[in-house]
């Protein structure tokens, strides 16, 4: 949500003056997104896609928005099929700025999982203090 709301005017020194305030949520509680493009393996047919997010720098695994490592998906018929992935940046303790990760994107299938990892960054506004 973004909201702004202005002051009305005042003259100062001869020249109209007000003062603008502005609030956006997402830089309150900053949840970056990713999205991701996904394609069956050939000539399968997944039961679902599985999701999680690691730091590049030590492979720790990070918290998603649902308050799990992992996130599940349905498959779908429609090829590709776009995914998306977000993480809550304060219950991981990041800080503002780009983060180096790694996403992990496995089908499962009936002859057994298939996993794709792609390095990527998120970019993380946190605003609440300062």
């Given at each position: 949500?973004?909201?702004?709301?202005?002051?009305?005017?005042?003259?100062?020194?001869?020249?109209?003056r007000?003062?603008?305030?502005?609030?956006?949520?997402?830089?309150?509680?900053?949840?970056?997104?990713?999205?991701?493009?996904?394609?069956?393996?050939?000539?399968?047919?997944?039961?679902?896609?599985?999701?999680?997010?690691?730091?590049?720098?030590?492979?720790?695994?990070?918290?998603?928005?649902?308050?799990?490592?992992?996130?599940?998906?349905?498959?779908?018929?429609?090829?590709?099929?776009?995914?998306?992935?977000?993480?809550?940046?304060?219950?991981?303790?990041?800080?503002?700025?780009?983060?180096?990760v790694?996403?992990?994107?496995?089908?499962?299938?009936?002859?057994?999982?298939?996993?794709?990892v792609?390095?990527?960054?998120?970019?993380?506004?946190?605003?609440?203090?300062?």
């Amino acid at each position: 949500m973004v909201f702004g709301h202005s002051t009305p005017a005042y003259f100062s020194l001869g020249q109209a003056r007000a003062l603008t305030l502005a609030y956006n949520s997402s830089t309150v509680n900053p949840t970056p997104v990713i999205f991701l493009d996904v394609s069956n393996p050939p000539g399968s047919s997944p039961t679902a896609y599985s999701i999680q997010l690691r730091r590049a720098s030590n492979n720790s695994l990070l918290t998603l928005l649902n308050g799990s490592q992992t996130v599940y998906y349905a498959p779908s018929t429609g090829i590709p099929v776009r995914l998306a992935v977000a993480l809550d940046a304060q219950s991981n303790g990041l800080a503002t700025g780009v983060l180096d990760v790694t996403v992990t994107v496995t089908a499962h299938l009936a002859s057994g999982n298939q996993s794709t990892v792609v390095p990527t960054r998120v970019l993380a506004v946190d605003q609440t203090t300062g």
